[in-house]
């Protein structure tokens, strides 16, 4: 029984150059949410998405941030032209979320991503 | 040993001592509400949670409390064990749709031996 799957666990790049960030919900899950940690910090959130769709991106920064959860595959977490302030912990959630419920979060291991 | 609100991020507890970590809320509209625990280099995990209808809820060596009137939520954890060191967040929703879980800033649970 697998839980949320994430990858690469660690990716280093150059200023200017873009991340793609991987995440496989747990089985049976269909949404999927993408924080931002930094070091001593609590996790912010950035997106929810359902199947094809993006329910709530209100913690996206404008520019070079985008997601997608296509019919299939991974959820994809993409940032273009990172920044030095891009170096920080992402972490992606799924859950059931049957509707009018609130469903508990299972949070995958997480990609640390350093911009030299 | 007793950490009160999120002013002291590091709670230091004996082994075998109870543990309790307090968290304020501001939102007086959050309906549920979740306690995670992250240890060094891992993911935060769920260790549970209560709805605002209930004012208790127990789990295995941890219980929550829930204060609505003052906005307030604990974790207790029953003879704590090495392995409880971690950092504990609480987290809030607010609404029917658990779209987003607004964090707390986390306190840092030690354990002397």
């Known amino acids: 029984n697998a839980g949320v799957m994430q990858n690469p666990r660690h990716l280093v790049r150059r200023r200017g150059q873009e991340a793609r960030l991987r995440c496989s919900p747990m089985?049976?899950?269909?949404?999927v949410y993408w924080y931002r940690q930094l070091p001593e910090e609590g996790l912010k959130f950035m997106v929810y998405l359902q199947k094809e769709n993006i329910i709530d991106e209100s913690g996206m920064p404008k520019e070079r941030f985008s997601a997608e959860f296509p019919k299939e595959g991974p959820s994809i977490l993409r940032i273009q032209q990172v920044v030095r302030g891009d170096s920080a912990a992402y972490f992606c959630?799924?859950?059931?979320?049957?509707?009018?419920?609130?469903?508990?979060?299972?949070f995958g291991p997480g990609t640390r991503l350093l911009v030299l | 040993g007793e950490n009160v609100g999120l002013h002291l991020p590091t709670l230091s507890v004996q082994e075998g001592d109870n543990s309790i970590i307090n968290c304020a809320y501001s939102?007086?509209?959050?309906?549920?509400f979740i306690w995670y625990k992250q240890e060094s280099g891992k993911g935060p995990q769920f260790i549970i949670d209560i709805r605002s209808n209930m004012d208790k809820r127990q789990g295995q060596r941890v219980t929550v409390l829930l204060n609505k009137t003052v906005k307030h939520l604990s974790l207790q954890i029953a003879a704590t064990q090495p392995g409880d060191s971690a950092v504990y967040f609480c987290a809030e929703n607010i609404g029917s749709s658990a779209s987003k879980i607004i964090f707390g800033s986390g306190t840092r649970l030690s354990i002397r031996p």
């Open positions: 089985k049976g899950h269909s949404h």
């Open positions: 959630a799924s859950s059931l979320q049957l509707a009018g419920h609130q469903e508990t979060q299972y």
């Open positions: 939102n007086s509209a959050s309906d549920y």
